[in-house]
């Protein structure tokens, strides 16, 4: 869609709400869908290629707003995330069309999926350890409790930790920044004979710092064997995986109990749009559900709906699953897998013109959108030329420590990015790293003649 395709839809858009307003009085103000209505109204998976703006748009009126608000929203959120774990091929067990134990939820974020699969974690051992020693309070079991993350996992598992009153340990990664499977069991064995109760464990698929994998085959089945809950934190990576030669990255995926991505940080969704599926929902919807009477309606206990309100922190929820139905329709898969495809081109051919440079420096592996490098040099070399590069503001990089090194991260996240682009951002990267080693030079030399 160009800039004219875009106001012409947008005034659209608008007139349809204008006339919503003006006859809004004409409109139930309650609908009588039965549950389950909208599934049969649409595909049960994506479309491969493209539809128009007002293919979709027709059937707002028609497949909608019938169900306006609640209805609809739940129900069009519940096929979507069964689209979408379709797209990235998900076992069947954590979607669900098939009446399964699974099912998907968006979240707002990848801090507020984490921070669920933790709570529902850490209730479910307390109720495991309290059924099979009595004696222990749950003041008692909750001292014990022990979370685990990599030491390149996000500070977000770190704030959940914090917010869920556990302590939380961090477990070393291998040289190529990826955790294993004994690295994870030698902690863990350490901290059982200490009398600590380990009862969550966050894997990684793309790092924030340097996109690293943790080795979810090594890790799954010390996860399951000692039953403790194992969440996957996908966020960025995740959406490379609709695309079939990078899906083997998620492999290992059938051993977790949740896993989690963003589609608003490379699917072309708007934020927020935070993808989260469990393997058992009941794990989830049995530490937050309430039920006041304000709340509750005829079909709650009839197990033909999904109730979100349990399956989240907040009460209140958007229609975010409306923005997901326009994406996944529009661009279509192969849209979708060319956008992913085009960015992890353009990592490499940064990559390439780094490599290329005998000054700089690739620091990990290239496997998606994500290019860590740096000047050879210390690190102080290195913080001046992050702090010209942005301070120059025609690009902006953000770093990151990898082991000892400050090293820095380029990143391809814009829709409409470009070789161009690219070639544009290593000159300039190129000329100011020229600037500053003179710099450093003369600023050396002159020290050396004092």
């Not at 898969?333 to 992890?344: A, F, W």
């Not at 082991?403 to 391809?412: D, G, N, P, Q, S």
Request: hydrophobic content about 40%.
């Amino acid at each position: 869609m160009d800039a004219a395709e875009f106001r012409k839809s947008g005034k659209q858009m608008v007139d349809y709400i204008a006339d919503y307003l003006e006859k809004i009085d004409k409109r139930q103000v309650f609908p009588d869908v039965e549950p389950g209505y909208l599934r049969p109204l649409i595909p049960d998976c994506a479309p491969q290629d493209p539809e128009s703006f007002d293919d979709v748009f027709k059937d707002i009126e028609k497949i909608i707003m019938p169900g306006a608000a609640s209805p609809a929203c739940t129900e069009l959120e519940t096929v979507m995330m069964d689209w979408l774990g379709k797209m990235i091929n998900l076992p069947e067990e954590f979607l669900a069309e098939k009446g399964g134990q699974g099912g998907g939820v968006i979240q707002g974020s990848a801090s507020e999926a984490t921070l669920i699969s933790l709570l529902a974690a850490r209730t479910k051992t307390i109720r495991r350890v309290q059924s099979e020693k009595p004696e222990l309070t749950e003041a008692d079991i909750m001292g014990r409790l022990v979370a685990y993350a990599s030491d390149q996992a996000h500070s977000s598992v770190e704030k959940a930790a914090l917010i869920g009153g556990v302590k939380i340990k961090k477990v070393s990664s291998d040289d190529k920044f990826s955790v294993c499977g004994s690295s994870l069991k030698k902690v863990l064995d350490e901290d059982r004979a200490s009398g600590l109760i380990p009862f969550f464990f966050c894997a990684t698929l793309g790092t924030t710092p340097c996109c690293s994998f943790d080795k979810l085959f090594d890790l799954g089945p010390i996860c399951n064997k000692k039953s403790f809950w194992m969440h996957i934190d996908a966020a960025y990576a995740g959406s490379a995986f609709i695309c079939p030669e990078f899906r083997h990255l998620l492999n290992g995926v059938e051993f977790a109990d949740s896993f989690m991505f963003n589609p608003h940080k490379w699917l072309l969704v708007n934020f927020d749009c935070s993808a989260m599926w469990v393997k058992k929902r009941s794990d989830i919807t049995s530490v937050f559900k309430l039920e006041p009477l304000y709340l509750q309606h005829q079909h709650q206990d009839s197990g033909l709906v999904t109730d979100y309100r349990h399956w989240q922190i907040p009460l209140g929820r958007r229609f975010r699953s409306l923005k997901l139905w326009f994406v996944l329709r529009m661009y279509g898969v192969r849209g979708l897998q060319e956008h992913i495809r085009k960015h992890i081109r353009l990592s490499h051919q940064f990559e390439d013109l780094v490599l290329q440079d005998e000054r700089f420096e690739i620091c990990a592996e290239v496997v998606l959108g994500l290019v860590c490098f740096r000047l050879k040099g210390s690190n102080e070399l290195n913080k001046e030329l992050l702090k010209s590069i942005n301070e120059a503001k025609k690009i902006h990089l953000v770093p990151c420590h990898l082991r000892e090194k400050f090293v820095l991260r380029f990143a391809i996240c814009s829709r409409v990015v470009e070789t161009t682009h690219v070639e544009f951002a290593w000159q300039h990267i190129s000329q100011l790293a020229t600037d500053l080693l003179k710099a450093w030079e003369q600023n050396h030399h002159q020290q050396h003649q004092q």
